[in-house]
């Protein structure tokens, strides 16, 4: 009766070169070589998933930025740009200043060489500018909404409600009225803080959430609540349900203005 082959084996060895004795040795399978290999593929890709998962480079991936530090960059740039403008300014004029003082009459050709910028934030308004700011001022001064779109500009919502039936408007409040299940999941719409919840004589209560950019959501009629003053939350993490009617009221604000809640928030 024949043998059957022995499986392929792979033997690594460590030798000490002086005395040429094997100092270590490992005998592998070419199904265990495959085994090993897969298994350090994978915690190579468990490192680098951690690595991004765990540390500040996970703002490197696309989609990854939060809103209000992509504001906060576009503004920092801003104002780079802006001081870069006004440093070659004062150096032209400090150079015309030298060349003034050591007689250099073509001063006033070197000054005018330096090129033209925009004005923005960062220097003197013209009279212009401040007329025109002053009307619109005066015009939104009751309607800080048209704010908004641009302080929502990165900012993902989500809906109140994994599972909105109807949504109607409230003419006496400045929300919307939704209609879930029985017992249906409330949920936050955006990350937060979440700044009061409190409850009122009918035993239903009201959580306020705190979110970035100066964006607050206010929902009433919940029946029962799990957060508290304090607490943090996230994007479409449950804060509570509604009672056997199903129904419970949104508001949207930002800076003190009641917004349309259905202009930022997907509701169907």
Not at 189 to 201: F, H, K, L, P, Q
Not at 205 to 224: K, L, R
Not at 228 to 237: R, T
Not at 240 to 245: I, L, M, R, Y
Request: neutral net charge; aromatic residues 8%.
């Amino acid at each position: 009766m024949t043998k059957p082959c022995n499986p392929a084996r792979f033997r690594l060895d460590f030798i000490k070169e002086n005395t040429f004795n094997r100092l270590w040795s490992v005998r592998l399978t070419r199904g265990r070589v495959v085994a090993v290999s897969i298994v350090i593929f994978a915690a190579g890709l468990a490192l680098v998933w951690a690595v991004f998962a765990f540390t500040p480079l996970r703002q490197l991936l696309p989609g990854a930025l939060r809103g209000d530090l992509r504001t906060k960059y576009v503004d920092a740039a801003l104002r780079l740009d802006s001081l870069e403008n006004a440093a070659r300014i004062n150096a032209a004029y400090l150079g015309s200043i030298v060349r003034a003082v050591q007689g250099d009459t073509s001063s006033a050709t070197h000054a005018a060489s330096v090129p033209a910028t925009v004005a923005d934030s960062l220097l003197a308004a013209s009279e212009a500018e401040r007329l025109f700011v002053k009307k619109f001022e005066d015009e939104e001064r009751f309607n800080l909404s048209v704010l908004a779109p641009i302080a929502a500009d990165g900012m993902i919502f989500s809906p109140p409600s994994s599972s909105i039936g109807e949504v109607n408007e409230i003419a006496s409040s400045q929300g919307i009225r939704i209609c879930t299940t029985r017992r249906g999941a409330i949920n936050a719409v955006y990350r937060g803080t979440v700044i009061a919840s409190d409850y009122n004589e009918a035993g239903l209560s009201t959580v306020t959430i705190q979110h970035p950019n100066d964006f607050v959501s206010i929902i009433s009629g919940a029946a029962e609540v799990i957060v508290d003053k304090g607490d943090k939350v996230v994007a479409g993490q449950r804060i509570g349900s509604t009672d056997v009617s199903g129904v419970f009221m949104f508001e949207l604000w930002h800076k003190g203005s009641a917004l349309e809640p259905a202009e930022y928030i997907p509701l169907q």
